[in-house]
């Protein structure tokens, strides 16, 4: 199952078809050059960024996920991670 969080940090490239991505994920088609931001499937780690082409492993249908976010390529990501790390110990 799959759990979108509010506010979902979207990328560039991707924030004209967010909805249009976000149904897709969600019913477990394929998208195009799209990475999740989720949850970590090691503790010590913050954040995972996974393509969607592998949510159709058995591992991650069998898992729930939390997506932080939606990016349209490596740089996007990288960007959305150092936004969301600088909002969460701006309000510690």
């Keep these: 199952m ?8 979207i990328g560039k490239s991707i924030r004209h078809k967010k909805l249009r991505t976000m149904r897709r994920i969600a019913a477990g088609k394929l998208c195009s050059n799209v990475l999740l931001i989720t949850d970590p499937s ?6 995972d960024v996974i393509e969607e082409k592998v949510l159709l492993f058995p591992y991650f249908q069998e ?5 932080y ?3 349209g390529n490596k740089g996007e990501a990288d960007e959305i991670l150092l936004k969301m790390v600088e909002e969460k110990y701006a309000d510690s």
Excluded: D, M
């Design 42 to 47: 090691n503790p010590e780690n913050l954040f």
């Design 69 to 71: 976010g939606i990016a």
């Design 63 to 67: 898992r729930e996920l939390t997506v």
């Design 2 to 9: 799959i759990k979108f969080v509010k506010p979902l940090h």
